[in-house]
């Protein structure tokens, strides 16, 4: 492989209504095999599949570099949170269980806990591998089929993982991938023999998804943007804070839903923060993906390079300042010459009614805001259609509980941020989408309940 930016990769074909249909109805007939399967035979073919990954880990990683554009270090960490995703869903698919509850006069009833059928799964660009991963794992657990749509700007290491579960003996088609844009969508979300759609991708995108799903009263599961506060205490571990606001915000190019890009800081440590988050954020390396001490890569594309460039000049305009960064990166090697390179900002002297507070650039760009007291800074924090994710970092573990506790977000950071362990749910508040991937709350989304109700004497008549 070589990073090639700019530069056409490879042509496929976009599914049409025909292509869709037949993905559909492949995936419906493995469902009827892998239905029936016990959970623990389920179990075997997830940690097998996981097995390929893990052993495959640095072939698939340079595929996501060059498939995304985020750095080889990065795609690593992808990789390794996908092979411990399935590992995890393995290690559950053998206890789903449902419940016993004993009757009067020795009557009982218990409830069985089902698989859906056809789920589809919608992925985006930022994490493709990973998505897919999030997505399946639970869903084939509960015994349920897929069919898997990646963003037309990253459609290559799905495929990967296609093969990947089909040599780890899934039956024929029940994890199928189509390819295409919003057409293709609309074909899987309008299918009749679809059951639930999972979805990652923009708000206005999730809203069609969930229309579409209403008319045909399936299930969705939305997982969708943000711009999430995170906060900083003067009586935080400043070195640390630091370093979780370059996670919150510099990750994947910025390019992270639940990134915390409105930094507040306490006013007595605004300065101290301010200077040393410049200071590092000047020093991280941008450059080839595929080299070991690259820390930040290419944005997915041209035009939402130029998206994040007019971000940042309406910020200026508006009365922020750039104390670093912001402008187009071109690096020394010329085959990197026409990629979509930029330096990764920090705006200050930001106010909560600045447009690049309110909405999300999805770049690398942070901006920082002053705040004076717990009670100002929490209403600050909520006043956002999104709640996907918060922060906060302090010594006070009290107030870091009670803080984390009244922000109005599905998944929050205490003296950390962006880690994503699968054992934990994920998933939003608010605009940001609803339902949870990972976790064991996933299962309650892949599955549906069915009450049987036993009577062990004569039935009673009223008639």
């Not at 595929?63 to 270090?73: Q, R, V």
């Not at 300042?321 to 900002?345: A, F, S, T």
């Amino acid at each position: 492989f070589k990073m090639c930016p700019g530069r056409v990769i490879s042509k496929l074909l976009c599914s049409g209504e025909k292509e869709v249909d037949l993905a559909v109805q492949s995936a419906k007939a493995a469902f009827k095999i892998w239905s029936q399967m016990s959970g623990m035979e389920r179990s075997r073919v997830l940690l097998e599949a996981a097995r390929i990954i893990r052993e495959q880990r640095e072939e698939i990683a340079t595929l996501e570099t060059i498939n995304n554009g985020k750095s080889i270090f990065e795609a690593r960490v992808d990789i390794d949170i996908s092979w411990q995703c399935l590992e995890y869903y393995a290690g559950l698919a053998g206890s789903l269980a449902g419940e016993h509850i004993q009757l009067p006069g020795g009557s009982f009833g218990y409830t069985r806990r089902e698989p859906l059928g056809v789920c589809v799964g919608i992925g985006a660009w930022n994490y493709p591998f990973q998505i897919a991963c999030w997505k399946s794992a639970p869903a084939l657990a509960c015994g349920n089929a897929m069919v898997f749509k990646p963003s037309p700007f990253t459609p290559i290491s799905v495929v990967r993982l296609a093969e990947i579960f089909t040599e780890a003996g899934v039956p024929k088609g029940l994890f199928n991938v189509v390819q295409g844009g919003a057409a293709t969508g609309q074909f899987l979300c309008h299918h009749p023999d679809v059951a639930k759609i999972s979805f990652t991708g923009s708000v206005p995108t999730g809203i069609k998804v969930m229309e579409m799903a209403a008319k045909g009263v399936k299930p969705v599961t939305l997982e969708m943007g943000g711009k999430s506060p995170l906060i900083i205490f003067s009586d935080c571990a400043l070195e640390n804070a630091v370093n979780g606001a370059l996670m919150a915000n510099f990750l994947t190019q910025g390019e992270v839903c639940c990134n915390g890009t409105r930094v507040f800081v306490e006013r007595k440590i605004l300065d101290a923060f301010t200077k040393e988050v410049v200071k590092r954020t000047q020093k991280i390396k941008i450059g080839d993906p595929l080299l070991e001490d690259t820390r930040m890569g290419a944005l997915i594309n041209q035009p939402h390079l130029d998206r994040v460039q007019g971000f940042i000049k309406q910020a200026k305009e508006q009365g922020a300042e750039v104390l670093c960064g912001g402008d187009l990166y071109v690096p020394d090697d010329p085959k990197l010459k026409n990629g979509y390179y930029m330096r990764p900002c920090v705006l200050g002297n930001c106010t909560d009614n600045m447009t690049c507070v309110k909405e999300e650039i999805f770049g690398p760009v942070m901006s920082i805001l002053p705040f004076d007291t717990e009670e100002e800074v929490l209403e600050r924090a909520n006043n956002t259609k999104y709640g996907l994710a918060g922060g906060v970092f302090t010594r006070d573990i009290q107030k870091a509980h009670r803080v984390v506790a009244a922000l109005k977000a599905g998944m929050c950071f205490i003296n950390n941020y962006n880690v994503s362990p699968v054992e934990l749910p994920f998933g939003g508040y608010k605009a940001s989408g609803f339902g949870r991937e990972n976790g064991r709350a996933a299962i309650e989304y892949y599955s549906q309940l069915k009450t049987v109700c036993v009577e062990m004497g004569d039935v009673e008549s009223v008639f």
